[in-house]
């Protein structure tokens, strides 16, 4: 075989590795735009719902698409396209309002026209108080292995959907509020870790999410640690997983 024979081999080999390698970033790309994107969990708010270390997917195609369903929001068109209406009591990721570019992911709470506001601890939708029963407490380790107990409560919205919450503090910061009306093509989203959350309850921080801002529904969790060991500790990783987390589905 002749020098100028192994060349065009090689060539059309480097050729098909890099059509694959294309063709499997294109399907990614799709698959993430377009079906599920996943991401992780970096803090508390949504106690005991969705722990720090949990990596969950998101549905794109649950509330149709919009420019924030695309990496880095490109501005190609406004509004969605192949809406669906979300729920009272999806657990969502959206873009923070104010900056467009940041996720969060919180409980929606609020449909616009809605009126929704806190007292004593206790959520009201439109006049009336959301029931809201106490169950057993959560407990939560600090890094010391530490155990503080946190009152959890089980919310039933109207709709019937229920979840649990977190109440830390008597009287926390955002226990007693005025009432917001939330308006159309917007919703109230707040954090199932009532008294650690920074939602819709802080106007100038998060305020109400526009319809456009939502990226998806959370659906499941397919990992989750407690980051205990670093990303090279790979010896450590079957220790740190919270194997009875993997598949449970975002409630």
């Keep these: 075989m002749s020098e100028k024979t192994n060349t065009v081999e090689q060539s059309s080999g480097t050729i098909e590795t890099v059509k694959t390698i294309g063709y499997a970033l294109l399907i990614a790309l799709v698959i993430r735009a377009l079906l599920f994107q996943p991401f992780s969990i970096p803090s508390g708010s949504m106690l005991s719902t969705l722990l720090i270390g949990d990596y969950l ?77 106490r169950v057993e407490d959560f407990l939560e380790e600090d890094r010391y292995g530490n155990i503080s107990r946190i009152p959890r409560y089980r919310e039933t919205l109207p709709n019937g959907k229920t979840y649990l919450t977190l109440d830390e503090l008597r009287n926390g910061p955002g226990d007693n509020t005025g009432v917001f009306t939330v308006p159309a093509g917007h919703y109230f989203m707040m954090g199932d870790n009532r008294d650690n959350s920074q939602d819709s309850r802080i106007p100038g921080a998060v305020g109400y999410v526009p319809f456009e801002n939502l990226v998806g529904r959370a659906e499941f969790i397919f990992y989750s640690t407690d980051g205990s060991a670093s990303f090279w500790e790979f010896w450590r990783w079957p220790s740190v997983t919270r194997w009875g987390r993997i598949g449970q589905g975002v409630n």
Excluded at 65 to 86: I, T
Excluded at 116 to 131: D, K, T, Y
Aim: charged share 25%; hydrophobic share 35%; no cysteine.
């Design 57 to 133: 997917f998101v549905s794109k195609y649950a509330y149709g698409y919009s420019k924030h369903s695309l990496p880095f929001s490109p501005p190609l068109f406004s509004g969605r396209v192949f809406a669906g209406e979300p729920e009272r009591g999806d657990v969502i990721v959206f873009k923070l309002p104010r900056d467009g570019r940041t996720d969060y992911i919180k409980r929606l709470i609020g449909l616009p026209g809605d009126k929704i506001q806190m007292r004593s601890g206790q959520l009201f939708i439109n006049g009336e108080a959301v029931p809201r029963e």
